[in-house]
């Protein structure tokens, strides 16, 4: 009997869903206090902790600022446990066939191209400030859902998982773009030490290598530490290693059940020792049960298992609490009126809004995909106002676009004023349409 794979997918699902919902919610704590604390007299602290302590070692000339290390090493986790998630969805999620992914994928081509083009506008005349076309590019998944979850039962679910497939999509469209644009130097003998060490990872995936040990000491030494050195953003490195990690399990689903029962059935059947410590032969049964378990399950999903509340809990809220404290010094209307911050905000607000919509209504329309049950166009132009909070990834990508600290600044003002609008206006649309269904019925 074929077992019914619905129930088991709207789980996994909601199981993310409310990690990155909690996720969201520390991540707006991290970021209020960095605000604040960046907006106070005790501004020289957040200033000590974030740039002025160093870790690591004189040797090599391999230390660097708490910042850095947040930015180049916690976030190549980030990105690690980002591409697990995205492997996963296209082996067996919502991007796993055309007819799933058509609909996110385009809307997501669209929430990338159409916000591009729309910060490029404002500073067309500004060729310094043009290298910022990719920050309104990027969704925030955790923010968006964060704000979805306040919402709670009035948002049908198909559209939470429509928000988290876009934002996948859209999350390795930000990758392609870090990778190939914000590159500046590639130091080739480096980035060739890394393709090396690819190639191991995938020949020992080939081979059934399945020790995360193993993928995590040849990641780390042999592709993580090549691209710190290469040019290319480390981060990078994370995404790759996550695509060779093995998403089969060893043994099949019949086969675990069947040997399972059996081994259950023989620690039943032992007889007890009348303590409370297991018999020899319970817990060398136990131990089948266990190497039987990790034979059924992938290590691939075991790792993002392990690593996604790490990431939502931790990660994330360190990265807002390390790069979102902004210092206002001078007119905050200066800054907002700025060519910069004017291009972000219209192209996350406006920009994913157009793009989002747009792209949906034409993949609808030329039948390659259908709407979500129980979604209507009014609810994906509310996800698509949410998917305009742009936030973590786009902090990210303006540490890479600009090297002036005073342009970082302005865009990072740019981004909170663009996610702030992002999320009123996509609460109102999606709160106003479940008030109009109740009205109707």
């Known amino acids: 009997m074929q077992r019914d794979e619905k129930p088991v997918l709207f789980f996994r699902i909601s199981q993310f869903i409310r990690q990155e919902t909690l996720g969201g919610i520390l991540l707006i704590l991290a970021t209020l206090t960095a605000v604040l604390w960046a907006n106070s007299s005790f501004y020289e602290s957040y200033y000590y902790l974030t740039h002025?302590?160093?870790?690591g070692t004189t040797f090599g000339d391999f230390n660097f600022s708490l910042h850095h290390w947040v930015n180049d090493g916690l976030m190549a986790l980030f990105f690690f446990t980002l591409?697990?998630?995205i492997k996963r969805e296209v082996m067996g999620g919502e991007l796993s066939s055309v007819k799933k992914a058509a609909l996110p994928v385009m809307a997501a081509i669209g929430g990338m191209v159409v916000p591009a083009m729309i910060f490029l506008l404002f500073n067309a005349n500004h060729p310094n400030y043009s290298a910022g076309w990719g920050i309104p590019m990027a969704t925030d998944i955790a923010f968006a859902l964060g704000i979805l979850a306040l919402l709670g039962s009035r948002v049908n679910i198909n559209i939470k998982i429509f928000l988290t497939a876009l934002a996948i999509a859209d999350d390795l469209g930000a990758i392609l773009v870090i990778a190939v644009f914000y590159t500046d130097t590639i130091h080739y003998l480096q980035l060739g030490i890394a393709m090396v060490a690819i190639l191991v990872l995938i020949?020992?995936?080939?081979i059934g290598i399945r020790s995360t040990l193993f993928y995590g000491f040849v990641g780390?030494?042999?592709?993580w530490l090549a691209f710190f050195f290469s040019g290319v953003h480390a981060?990078?490195?994370g995404v790759l290693i996550a695509l060779t990690i093995p998403g089969q399990a060893k043994i099949s689903e019949v086969d675990y059940i069947d040997k399972l029962g059996k081994l259950v059935r023989k620690f039943g059947d032992e007889k007890s020792n009348n303590s409370k410590l297991l018999t020899r032969e319970q817990a060398h049964l136990i131990g089948e049960i266990e190497t039987l378990g990790n034979d059924a399950h992938t290590p691939l999903q075991r790792l993002e298992h392990i690593l996604h509340p790490i990431s939502a809990y931790f990660i994330i809220p360190v990265f807002a609490l390390f790069n979102a404290g902004v210092r206002i010094e001078g007119n905050i209307l200066t800054m907002l009126l700025h060519p910069v911050s004017l291009g972000i905000i219209g192209g996350l607000v406006l920009g994913k809004f157009i793009g989002i919509s747009i792209f949906s209504h034409l993949i609808i329309k030329l039948k390659f995909a259908v709407l979500p049950e129980g979604i209507r166009f009014r609810d994906i132009y509310g996800a698509a106002l949410l998917a305009g909070i742009g936030f973590t990834m786009s902090i990210f990508i303006s540490e890479l676009a600009f090297s002036d600290p005073q342009l970082i600044q302005i865009a990072k003002v740019g981004i909170f004023a663009a996610?702030?609008?992002?999320?009123f206006f996509g609460v109102l649309i999606l709160s106003s349409g479940k008030k109009m269904e109740k009205q109707a019925s």
């Open 220 to 223: 780390l030494l042999g592709v």
């Open 83 to 85: 591409g697990l998630e």
């Open 203 to 206: 020949l020992g995936n080939r």
């Open 52 to 55: 002025q302590i160093r870790v």
């Open 235 to 237: 981060t990078i490195a």
């Open 419 to 423: 996610s702030l609008l992002s999320a």
